[in-house]
């Protein structure tokens, strides 16, 4: 009787382990990375990287990269940091992985060699394959085209030229992209990079002053990665300078008149946000008035654009939005032009 009941008791244990074995395998994600050109575990981590002898590549984005023979694979990881005035003290947390690059290196290339290989790895090509002179060297061709695995369906960008790397100088180099899907803290903060800011606000102080104060104030107090000057020569003794501030997220066009601030154009990009929202609700919309300002009315009257006056009557600022809707293009970029009432 007690064999028995022992029996009856160890079955069930067994059975027990079992199921919950099989749910645990049905549920958890398996992050290993595959080391084929077409095929790709989008869930991979950054530890499951190292774990499998990924290595990092020195580039000024965090690289993990492996070479097998002529083919190498890196990804590229998704950081996110903090803001900091001394470098030393940024945190930065990795939050996924961005990207991925096979590179193959081959001795010659046509477009059997290539089927050829896209074959090999359950992968086709799309489209009609296109081979033309390197634009590097005259010697060598290259090609631009998609390829598609025929089972996950996932298609990567593929280009191949010739190689510049030292030692395979001699070789073309096959390059197969990829993005990763992003994650949800990703777009999060993509959007809120989009978002209209406050950034443009900072540069209302300097309205007014002279070029070289202007120069020092902005070198000192903003983070600019490059200044140009430009003249743009002289009108009935009027002189005309133009300073162009690029930031990690606008450019700047500085104009000044007679050596003195009295416009600035701040170009948002394409992917811009709610500029013409948030300024209308910010200030109120005014109407757009036909001005005797010539450096605003070849704003106003551009083809395909929509713009819009508002006016901060507090600080006596104005601001001149435009948003292009040219029907050739698909983004709206939008561009602001601020001035104060008391130098027009």
């Not at 107090?221 to 997220?249: A, I």
């Not at 500085?254 to 948002?268: A, H, K, P």
């Not at 500029?275 to 919309?285: A, I, Y």
């Amino acid at each position: 009787m007690k064999i028995r009941l022992t029996i009856i008791v160890l079955a069930i244990s067994l059975l027990t382990n079992g199921i919950l074995f099989c749910l645990y395998w049905t549920t958890r994600t398996d992050t290993t990375p595959i080391f084929d050109p077409f095929e790709i575990n989008y869930n991979v981590t950054e530890n499951a990287l190292i774990s499998a002898g990924y290595t990092p590549i020195p580039e000024d984005v965090p690289l993990l990269g492996k070479q097998v023979g002529d083919t190498l694979i890196y990804y590229q990881l998704d950081y996110e940091c903090d803001d900091a005035p001394d470098h030393e003290d940024i945190n930065c947390k990795n939050t996924g992985v961005y990207w991925r690059n096979c590179v193959v290196y081959m001795d010659k290339v046509d477009s059997a060699l290539m089927s050829k290989l896209a074959d090999k790895y359950d992968a086709e090509i799309l489209g009609e394959f296109k081979m033309q002179r390197s634009l590097y060297d005259s010697n060598y061709l290259r090609a631009d085209f998609s390829v598609r695995h025929k089972f996950t369906q996932a298609i990567f960008n593929c280009s191949i030229d010739k190689s510049y790397k030292e030692d395979k100088k001699d070789k073309y180099e096959l390059s197969i992209q990829t993005q990763f899907p992003w994650t949800k803290e990703r777009i999060k903060r993509e959007l809120e990079d989009r978002q209209v800011g406050n950034e443009y606000n900072k540069f209302n102080d300097v309205l007014g002053k002279v070029r070289a104060d202007v120069t020092h104030l902005l070198l000192s107090d903003y983070d600019v990665n490059r200044v140009m000057s430009m003249k743009l020569g002289e009108d009935k003794g009027v002189d005309s300078t133009q300073l162009v501030f690029e930031t990690t997220k606008h450019t700047y066009i500085l104009s000044c008149v007679n050596d003195t601030l009295r416009y600035i154009s701040v170009t948002f990009g394409t992917g811009t946000i709610g500029l013409m929202d948030k300024m209308n609700q910010t200030f109120g919309q005014d109407s757009l008035y036909v001005t005797q300002d010539n450096f605003l009315n070849n704003h106003i009257n551009k083809p395909y654009s929509t713009a819009r006056l508002f006016g901060d009557k507090e600080k006596g600022i104005n601001y001149l939005v435009i948003v292009e809707n040219d029907p050739q293009y698909l983004a709206q970029p939008s561009k602001m032009i601020i001035w104060r009432k008391n130098t027009n």
